[in-house]
C-alpha cells in the first residue's frame, strides 16, 4: 500500500498500542467515565447484581478487544438489552430471583456460543436485510418499557413494589407514584435529569467532551450526602448503589451459571435465547455500520469477526455472571469524537472499569440510585423520541405501520412476539406491492 490514501491510517496490533497509546488511552479514560455510570444503571434495571455491569464492561473491553472486527466499537451492556435480561430473570424466577439469575446466565452463555457460530457461518452479511422499521419499532418499545420502570426509580418508589408489573401496568401507577413520591429521591433525580436535557442543548465542544454521567455524579453524590438519603430508614435499602466487592466474583468463579433452565422451563430458555442472540447480533452489527460512518480513516469494519467477538464476550460474561454485551452505539460514538484511533481505547476503557472495581467502590456506592435513573429515563426517552414517530411517518405510511405495529406489539406482549409481527407485517406488504422472494 503504497497510495497517500492509505499511509496515515494508524497501525492495529502491538504496533498500533505502541504508536497511538496517548490519545487511545485519552479516548478510553474518557468512555470509562461514560460507562462506568451506566453499566451500572443497566445491571440495575435488568434485575442483575450490580457488580455483574462493571463486569460485563471490563469483559467487553479487556478480552473483546483482542477479537474484535470492529476497530473504534466499544463493547459492554446496553440499555436495547434491558428488557430481555429483566425479562429472563422475572420469567426464570418467579419464586427466587437468584435462581432466575442464574438460569439467564445460562441462556446468555448459549446464545453467546450462537453468536460465534453465527460468526464461523459469516452471517453478519444479513444485517443489511432486517426490516429496519421493525428494529426502529423494537428500539422505541424499549425505550418507553425502560421509562415505564425508571420513572417510579426516579421517584424514591420502593422496587419490590414494581416487581411482576408489565410495561403498561407500570405507565398507570405513574400518577400513583407521583402522589407518593420520596422528596429527596425525587429532588436528586429531577436535578440530574434537568442536567441532563441541558446538557443535551449546550453546542461547547469543549464542555461536549466531557461525558454527561460524570456532571451528573457530580452533582447527584453531593446531593445525596447533603440530604443524607443514606441514613433515611424509609429508603436507605434502596437509595444508593451497593456494587459488592470483586473479591465475591472471584471466589464465585462460574458457579453462579446454571443451564437447569433448559429442562426446567425449556420454552422461556429457547425463547430468551433467541432474544439475546438474535437482538444483540441486529444491535451490534447496526453499531458497526454506524461507527465505519464516523471513522475518519473510513476502514471497514469485519462484521462477521465482530460478531465472533461478540458471541466469546458474552460467552465469557454470562460464565462470570455479567450482562449480555453488544457494540454500544453511545460509547462507540464518544469514543470515535474523543480521537480514538484503534482497538486499544476499548481495553483501556475496560482496564480503567477494572482499576475502579478494586480501588474505587466506597465512591460507586456513594452513588444514588435516583440518578441512575434519570440516566435511564434520557437514554429511554432518546430511544423513543417523538422525532422517531414523525422521521418513520415521512418514510412512508406502510414503514410506519410497520413500526407503529412493533412499538404496540411489544408492549402488549414481549419483544419476540413484537418484533416477529413487524417482521410478518413487512413481508405482508411487500407482497402485496408484488415485490419477490425468489
Same mark, same amino acid.
Given at each position: 500500500m503504497n497510495s497517500n490514501k492509505y499511509k496515515h491510517i494508524p497501525l492495529d496490533g502491538w504496533a498500533g498500542l505502541k504508536q497511538n497509546f496517548s490519545v487511545d488511552a485519552m479516548s478510553g479514560l474518557m468512555v470509562f467515565m461514560l460507562a462506568l455510570p451506566l453499566s451500572i444503571g443497566i445491571a440495575k434495571a435488568s434485575d442483575f447484581p450490580v457488580i455483574y455491569g462493571l463486569i460485563t464492561a471490563i469483559v467487553g473491553g479487556v478480552v473483546v478487544s483482542f477479537f474484535s472486527g470492529s476497530l473504534l466499537s466499544i463493547k459492554g451492556p446496553a440499555a436495547g438489552l434491558i428488557v430481555i435480561a429483566s425479562g429472563a430473570v422475572a420469567a426464570?424466577?418467579?419464586?427466587?430471583?437468584?435462581?432466575?439469575?442464574?438460569?439467564?446466565?445460562?441462556?446468555?452463555?448459549?446464545? %453467546?456460543?450462537?453468536? @460465534?457460530?453465527?460468526?464461523?457461518? *459469516?452471517?453478519?452479511?444479513? =444485517?443489511?436485510?432486517?426490516?429496519?422499521?421493525?428494529?426502529?419499532?423494537?428500539?422505541?418499545?424499549?425505550?418507553?418499557?425502560?421509562?415505564?420502570?425508571? !420513572?417510579?426509580?426516579?421517584?424514591?418508589?420502593?422496587?419490590?413494589? #414494581?416487581?411482576? *408489573?408489565?410495561?403498561?401496568?407500570?405507565?398507570?401507577?405513574?400518577?400513583?407514584?407521583?402522589?407518593?413520591?420520596?422528596?429527596?429521591?425525587?429532588?436528586?433525580?429531577?436535578?440530574?435529569?434537568?442536567? /441532563? +436535557?441541558?446538557?443535551?442543548?449546550?453546542k461547547n465542544q469543549h464542555i461536549k467532551k466531557v461525558p454527561p454521567p460524570m456532571i451528573v455524579l457530580a452533582i447527584a453524590i453531593p446531593l445525596g450526602l447533603v440530604l443524607h438519603i443514606k441514613?433515611?430508614?424509609? @429508603? =436507605?435499602?434502596?437509595? /444508593?448503589?451497593?456494587?459488592?466487592?470483586? #473479591?465475591?466474583?472471584?471466589?464465585? *468463579?462460574?458457579?453462579?451459571?446454571?443451564?437447569?433452565?433448559?429442562?426446567?422451563?425449556? %420454552?422461556?430458555?429457547?425463547?430468551?435465547? @433467541?432474544?439475546?442472540?438474535? !437482538?444483540? =447480533?441486529?444491535?451490534?452489527?447496526?453499531?458497526?455500520?454506524?461507527?465505519d460512518g464516523m471513522d475518519p480513516y473510513r476502514r471497514k469494519s469485519n462484521p462477521n469477526k465482530d460478531l465472533l467477538a461478540i458471541g466469546i464476550g458474552n460467552t465469557v460474561s454470562g460464565i462470570l455472571g455479567g450482562l449480555p454485551m453488544i457494540s454500544e452505539v453511545a460509547r462507540s460514538s464518544a469514543n470515535v469524537i474523543n480521537?480514538? *484511533?484503534?482497538?486499544?481505547?476499548?481495553?483501556?476503557?475496560?482496564?480503567?472499569?477494572? #482499576?475502579?472495581?478494586?480501588?474505587?467502590?466506597?465512591?460507586?456506592n456513594l452513588i444514588p440510585n435516583a440518578a441512575l435513573a434519570a440516566m435511564l429515563i434520557f437514554v429511554g426517552f432518546k430511544l423513543a423520541h417523538p422525532k422517531e414517530f414523525k422521521h418513520m411517518w415521512h418514510v412512508g405510511k406502510d414503514q410506519f405501520a410497520i413500526f407503529?405495529?412493533? +412499538?404496540?406489539?411489544?408492549?402488549?406482549?414481549? #419483544?419476540?412476539? %413484537? +418484533?416477529?409481527?413487524?417482521?410478518?407485517?413487512?413481508?405482508?406488504?411487500?407482497?402485496?406491492?408484488?415485490? =419477490?422472494?425468489s
Open positions: 426464570f424466577g418467579q419464586e427466587n430471583k437468584i435462581l432466575g439469575w442464574q438460569f439467564t446466565l445460562g441462556a446468555i452463555v448459549v446464545a %453467546g456460543l450462537f453468536q @460465534i457460530l453465527f460468526g464461523l457461518l *459469516k452471517f453478519g452479511k444479513f =444485517s443489511d436485510y432486517f426490516p429496519g422499521a421493525a428494529i426502529h419499532g423494537m428500539l422505541a418499545a424499549i425505550g418507553i418499557i425502560i421509562m415505564s420502570k425508571q !420513572i417510579h426509580n426516579l421517584l424514591g418508589i420502593d422496587p419490590a413494589l #414494581l416487581k411482576g *408489573k408489565e410495561p403498561l401496568e407500570l405507565i398507570m401507577m405513574i400518577p400513583s407514584s407521583i402522589m407518593h413520591e420520596n422528596a429527596h429521591l425525587t429532588e436528586i433525580g429531577l436535578a440530574c435529569l434537568a442536567v /441532563l +436535557v441541558l446538557l443535551s442543548y449546550i441514613t433515611d430508614g424509609e @429508603i =436507605s435499602n434502596f437509595a /444508593l448503589v451497593n456494587v459488592g466487592n470483586i #473479591l465475591d466474583v472471584v471466589k464465585a *468463579k462460574p458457579i453462579n451459571v446454571d443451564f437447569g433452565g433448559i429442562t426446567a422451563n425449556p %420454552g422461556v430458555f429457547v425463547q430468551y435465547v @433467541i432474544l439475546f442472540a438474535l !437482538i444483540g =447480533s441486529i444491535e451490534s452489527l447496526l453499531t458497526v455500520k454506524a461507527i480521537g480514538a *484511533k484503534t482497538r486499544w481505547a476499548n481495553f483501556f476503557h475496560g482496564l480503567f472499569l477494572l #482499576l475502579a472495581l478494586i480501588f474505587a467502590v466506597p465512591f460507586i407503529l405495529l412493533t +412499538v404496540i406489539i411489544t408492549l402488549s406482549t414481549d #419483544l419476540l412476539i %413484537g +418484533v416477529v409481527s413487524g417482521i410478518v407485517l413487512e413481508v405482508i406488504i411487500n407482497f402485496y406491492h408484488g415485490a =419477490s422472494f
